[in-house]
């Protein structure tokens, strides 16, 4: 318990300074996104409308940077994330709320996918050395290298076309409407076939190598020796006692992963110009969106935050030694 209150105490102390350089690092980019938000609007405006858009903005001049700091406490206490420019005048929190879901069902999925797949396979191939499955390990330890925004742009160059069924950007057909039916569905998961193929072959090779590694170290500990002496199956040694003991790094990098799922794979997002929270920051910042690109760096600090509190307690469950140092 003692452990678990630490960690708690770590992640708060982290979360607070995520926040406070998320606040102060968006004001120190040159510009004024002000001037830039009324020059798309291209309209004359008042010089009070205007310090009134300033002051909206949570941007202030006749406030100090103090005062800007602990307004934007508040309105997070609030669950006011502001107002974003690029779409002004919708709320941030409707705008990440709206490519939330796409990320969450591209790159969730295939994160899953990969991770149960890969650690099967590396279980398999640290098992039994010398199979069928080694013969995999040069071709995954070259696909672990490759970055994933390079296969997508090779998946396009081959398998994207005018006569292909794997459309080369975009989260569905232009003119349908979102919505749950057998028009858009099938769409969306079309065009997410080809950006998902490429976060998992890219993905489950570090799983594969990992896990492999992993059980080759374990499979000479003594304690599979004395299992092996004891009769025990040798299903039951591989699973319960060698995967079991391999699988405790994997899960620190799965939760990691899933922490990462909001942010989403950036450049993947970009390459297929599909409609995620990735996509979404990468406009945030070039049009220096202050509000978005707070908001999204939030989600995205809380989600790793929170999955790797969800790592300790998965030591606390998997690894005995963890609980009588606690």
Do not use: C
């Amino acid at each position: 318990m003692k452990y678990l209150l630490q960690r708690i105490a770590f992640y708060l102390f982290t979360a607070w300074a995520a926040i406070t350089l998320n606040f102060f690092i968006p004001r120190m980019i040159p510009g004024d996104p002000v001037k830039s938000l009324l020059s798309r609007f291209q309209g004359q405006m008042s010089s009070q409308a205007i310090d009134s858009l300033y002051v909206l903005f949570g941007l202030d001049k006749n406030a100090s940077i103090w005062e800007q700091y602990f307004d934007y406490w508040k309105q997070l206490f609030h669950g006011d994330l502001g107002l974003s420019f690029t779409a002004f005048p919708s709320p941030v929190s409707e705008v990440i709320g709206s490519a939330l879901p796409w990320t969450l069902a591209l790159v969730g999925i295939t994160t899953v996918i990969s991770f149960f797949l890969g650690t099967g396979l590396g279980v398999l191939a640290g098992w039994r050395r010398g199979s069928w499955v080694d013969g995999l390990l040069p071709a995954t330890t070259f696909l672990s290298s490759v970055p994933y925004f390079w296969l997508g742009l090779l998946a396009i160059f081959l398998l994207a076309g005018p006569n292909s069924i794997f459309p080369s950007g975009g989260g569905y057909t232009p003119g349908l409407i979102p919505a749950w039916d057998q028009y858009f569905i099938p769409s969306a998961i079309q065009h997410s076939l080809l950006p998902a193929l490429t976060i998992l072959i890219s993905s489950v090779s570090g799983w594969i190598l990992s896990m492999r590694n992993m059980m080759v170290t374990v499979a000479a500990e003594d304690y599979i020796t004395v299992a092996h002496a004891k009769g025990l199956s040798e299903k039951r040694v591989a699973l319960s006692y060698a995967a079991r003991n391999a699988l405790l790094p994997n899960v620190s990098g799965f939760a990691l992963s899933l922490g990462f799922i909001v942010g989403g794979t950036l450049l993947v997002e970009i390459v297929f110009s599909y409609p995620g929270l990735g996509f979404l920051l990468f406009r945030a910042v070039t049009a220096k969106d202050y509000p978005l690109m707070q908001g999204i760096f939030l989600v995205i600090t809380i989600s790793v935050l929170v999955a790797n509190l969800i790592a300790d307690i998965a030591y606390l469950l998997l690894d005995p030694r963890t609980r009588k140092e606690g």
